[in-house]
Protein backbone atom coordinates (compact mmCIF):
# COMPACT_ATOMS: atom_id res chain seq x y z
CA UNK A 1 0.00 0.00 0.00
CA UNK A 2 0.88 3.52 -0.48
CA UNK A 3 -0.30 6.69 1.10
CA UNK A 4 -0.60 8.44 -2.29
CA UNK A 5 -3.71 9.62 -0.80
CA UNK A 6 -4.38 13.07 1.04
CA UNK A 7 -4.05 13.10 4.61
CA UNK A 8 -1.72 9.63 4.39
CA UNK A 9 -4.13 6.98 4.16
CA UNK A 10 -3.17 4.12 2.51
CA UNK A 11 -4.72 3.15 -1.20
CA UNK A 12 -6.39 0.15 -0.93
CA UNK A 13 -6.48 -1.89 -4.08
CA UNK A 14 -7.91 -5.46 -4.55
CA UNK A 15 -5.30 -7.92 -6.32
CA UNK A 16 -8.07 -8.75 -8.72
CA UNK A 17 -5.72 -11.40 -10.41
CA UNK A 18 -5.54 -13.39 -6.58
CA UNK A 19 -8.88 -14.14 -5.86
CA UNK A 20 -10.42 -17.48 -3.77
CA UNK A 21 -13.62 -18.33 -2.85
CA UNK A 22 -13.05 -20.36 0.81
CA UNK A 23 -14.87 -23.35 1.73
CA UNK A 24 -15.02 -24.63 5.87
CA UNK A 25 -15.13 -28.04 6.53
CA UNK A 26 -14.62 -29.46 10.22
CA UNK A 27 -15.15 -32.06 12.70
CA UNK A 28 -16.92 -30.08 15.43
CA UNK A 29 -14.27 -31.24 17.61
CA UNK A 30 -10.72 -30.26 16.85
CA UNK A 31 -10.24 -29.66 13.19
CA UNK A 32 -10.97 -27.02 11.10
CA UNK A 33 -9.53 -26.97 6.93
CA UNK A 34 -10.41 -24.10 5.19
CA UNK A 35 -10.07 -24.69 1.03
CA UNK A 36 -9.32 -21.87 -0.62
CA UNK A 37 -10.42 -22.34 -4.67
CA UNK A 38 -8.68 -19.76 -7.29
CA UNK A 39 -11.12 -17.93 -8.89
CA UNK A 40 -11.32 -15.27 -11.45
CA UNK A 41 -12.60 -12.10 -11.16
CA UNK A 42 -16.21 -13.05 -12.40
CA UNK A 43 -16.43 -16.26 -10.08
CA UNK A 44 -15.73 -18.62 -11.88
CA UNK A 45 -13.01 -21.16 -11.17
CA UNK A 46 -9.95 -20.82 -11.75
CA UNK A 47 -8.45 -24.00 -12.91
CA UNK A 48 -4.59 -22.43 -14.01
CA UNK A 49 -3.74 -22.39 -10.58
CA UNK A 50 -4.16 -24.76 -7.07
CA UNK A 51 -6.37 -24.97 -4.07
CA UNK A 52 -4.92 -23.93 -1.02
CA UNK A 53 -5.38 -25.30 2.01
CA UNK A 54 -5.18 -23.94 5.88
CA UNK A 55 -5.53 -26.00 9.05
CA UNK A 56 -6.66 -24.33 12.11
CA UNK A 57 -7.45 -25.58 15.93
CA UNK A 58 -6.54 -24.19 19.49
CA UNK A 59 -4.50 -25.41 22.20
CA UNK A 60 -4.81 -24.67 25.73
CA UNK A 61 -2.51 -22.92 27.42
CA UNK A 62 -1.66 -21.95 31.32
CA UNK A 63 -3.15 -18.49 29.30
CA UNK A 64 -6.19 -19.67 28.24
CA UNK A 65 -6.57 -21.27 24.02
CA UNK A 66 -4.18 -19.95 21.73
CA UNK A 67 -5.84 -19.71 18.04
CA UNK A 68 -3.17 -22.29 15.43
CA UNK A 69 -3.17 -21.64 11.95
CA UNK A 70 -0.93 -23.09 9.31
CA UNK A 71 -0.94 -23.72 5.47
CA UNK A 72 -1.25 -27.30 4.94
CA UNK A 73 0.37 -28.63 1.32
CA UNK A 74 -2.41 -30.80 -0.48
CA UNK A 75 -3.60 -31.66 -3.64
CA UNK A 76 -6.80 -32.21 -1.96
CA UNK A 77 -9.48 -32.39 0.61
CA UNK A 78 -8.48 -36.34 1.68
CA UNK A 79 -4.76 -35.50 1.33
CA UNK A 80 -5.44 -31.98 3.78
CA UNK A 81 -7.07 -33.91 6.36
CA UNK A 82 -4.90 -36.41 6.54
CA UNK A 83 -1.58 -34.09 6.80
CA UNK A 84 -3.80 -32.05 9.44
CA UNK A 85 -2.07 -33.49 12.54
CA UNK A 86 1.64 -33.03 11.86
CA UNK A 87 0.91 -30.08 10.15
CA UNK A 88 -0.40 -28.38 13.70
CA UNK A 89 2.70 -30.24 15.49
CA UNK A 90 5.34 -28.17 13.21
CA UNK A 91 2.89 -25.07 13.86
CA UNK A 92 2.81 -24.86 17.41
CA UNK A 93 6.76 -26.14 17.29
CA UNK A 94 7.60 -23.04 14.84
CA UNK A 95 5.38 -20.76 17.36
CA UNK A 96 7.68 -22.30 20.58
CA UNK A 97 11.00 -21.83 19.20
CA UNK A 98 9.89 -18.47 18.23
CA UNK A 99 9.00 -17.62 21.63
CA UNK A 100 12.41 -19.43 23.05
CA UNK A 101 14.16 -17.00 20.17
CA UNK A 102 12.25 -13.83 21.77
CA UNK A 103 12.64 -15.18 25.46
CA UNK A 104 16.76 -15.30 24.74
CA UNK A 105 16.76 -11.83 22.40
CA UNK A 106 14.76 -10.39 25.82
CA UNK A 107 17.26 -12.18 28.72
CA UNK A 108 20.68 -10.79 26.72
CA UNK A 109 19.60 -7.08 26.56
CA UNK A 110 22.03 -5.47 28.86
CA UNK A 111 20.13 -3.56 31.03
CA UNK A 112 22.15 -0.60 32.73
CA UNK A 113 20.80 0.87 36.41
CA UNK A 114 20.06 4.56 36.69
CA UNK A 115 22.05 6.23 38.89
CA UNK A 116 20.87 9.14 42.03
CA UNK A 117 20.60 12.00 42.35
CA UNK A 118 22.77 13.67 40.15
CA UNK A 119 23.82 10.38 38.70
CA UNK A 120 25.86 9.96 42.22
CA UNK A 121 25.67 5.66 43.44
CA UNK A 122 23.58 5.55 46.52
CA UNK A 123 20.52 7.07 45.62
CA UNK A 124 17.43 6.22 44.94
CA UNK A 125 17.80 3.40 42.41
CA UNK A 126 21.16 3.77 42.41
CA UNK A 127 24.47 1.59 42.70
CA UNK A 128 24.05 -0.52 46.56
CA UNK A 129 26.84 0.54 48.67
CA UNK A 130 26.68 3.91 48.05
CA UNK A 131 26.64 5.75 51.44
CA UNK A 132 23.91 5.54 54.10
CA UNK A 133 23.73 1.85 52.11
CA UNK A 134 23.96 -1.21 54.69
CA UNK A 135 27.12 -2.30 52.84
CA UNK A 136 28.87 1.00 53.23
Known amino acids: MSSGEPGGMP ?3 VDTSNLYREDSFTDLKVASVRRLVPVTVDGADDASRAPKFMAQTHV ?3 SGPMPIQCQIEAADLEEALGKFPEAIKE ?3 RMVEEV ?3 QRQQSSRIVVPK ?3 GGMPGGPGGMPGGPGSILS
Do not use: N
Open 115 to 117: GGP
Open 60 to 62: MTE
Open 100 to 102: REL
Open 11 to 13: EIK
Open 91 to 93: AIE
